[in-house]
C-alpha cells in the first residue's frame, strides 16, 4: 500500500519546482510586511527593481503563497509558544529543586547545631538569655521560609499565608534546640516578620 505524505504549507509542495519554492521561501521568511516585489529584490540581489516579473506574480498565485506564508506566520508562533512553555517549565523545576535544597539545608543545619545559652541579669532584674550558635534561629526560619516560597511559586501554588505556618512547623524543634519554650518561639519569629514586612 502506497503511503503519501502531504507536505506542510511552508514545504516544497507536489509540482512546485525548486526554483518556484526558492522563490516562496524568500517571500515566506520576510515576515508579515512581506511582499511579492520584495522577495524578488531580497533573493535576485536587485533592490533597485520596481516590481516582481510576470512568473514570480504566476507563481504566487499558482502556489497560493499568501496563505501559505500565514500557515508559516502561524507555525512559527506555536513554536515560539511552545519553547517559551518549555523553558518556563524547566525554570519551575530549577526553582522547586532550589527551594526543597533550601529547606533540607535547613533541616540539616536545626539537627547539627549546638546552641550555647548563657543568662545574664540586666539593670531591672529580669532574666535575659543569649543564644550563641554559627546560625542564628532567625536565619533557619528565613532559610525554611525563602524554600518553602521557591517551591510553591514554582509549582504555582499560592505564599501569601505561609510565613507563620512554617515557622509553627518548625517552633517545636527550634525551641528544644534553643532552651525556649514554643511560645516564645512563636512570639519572636512574629517580631520578626512584623519587622520584615514594614517598609
Do not use: C, H
Not at 514554582?154 to 534553643?178: H, N, P
Amino acid at each position: 500500500m502506497e503511503i503519501r505524505i502531504t507536505p506542510d504549507p511552508w514545504e516544497r509542495q507536489p509540482s512546485e519546482s525548486a526554483q518556484a519554492f526558492r522563490a516562496f521561501a524568500s517571500f515566506r521568511d520576510l515576515g508579515a510586511t512581506r511582499t511579492v516585489s520584495d522577495a524578488y529584490r531580497s533573493q535576485t540581489g536587485r533592490p533597485q527593481a520596481k516590481r516582481a516579473p510576470s512568473w514570480w506574480t504566476g507563481w504566487s498565485a499558482k502556489f497560493e503563497w499568501r496563505p501559505r506564508a500565514f500557515a508559516w506566520d502561524a507555525e512559527l508562533d506555536r513554536r515560539g509558544r511552545e519553547a517559551k512553555i518549555g523553558a518556563i517549565q524547566e525554570m519551575n523545576r530549577r526553582q522547586a529543586e532550589m527551594g526543597r535544597e533550601m529547606q533540607r539545608l535547613a533541616g540539616m543545619a536545626l539537627r547539627v547545631m549546638r546552641p550555647i545559652t548563657t543568662e545574664t541579669i540586666d539593670e531591672n532584674g529580669q532574666v535575659i538569655r543569649v543564644l550563641k550558635t554559627e546560625i542564628t534561629p532567625q536565619a533557619l526560619v528565613a532559610l525554611a521560609k525563602i524554600g518553602v516560597e521557591l517551591e510553591r511559586l514554582a509549582m504555582g501554588q499560592a505564599t501569601e499565608r505561609i510565613d507563620m505556618q512554617v515557622i509553627e512547623e518548625q517552633a517545636e524543634e527550634l525551641a528544644q534546640r534553643f532552651g525556649l519554650t514554643k511560645a516564645e518561639v512563636l512570639a519572636e519569629a512574629e517580631e520578626l516578620l512584623r519587622n520584615a514586612r514594614r517598609p
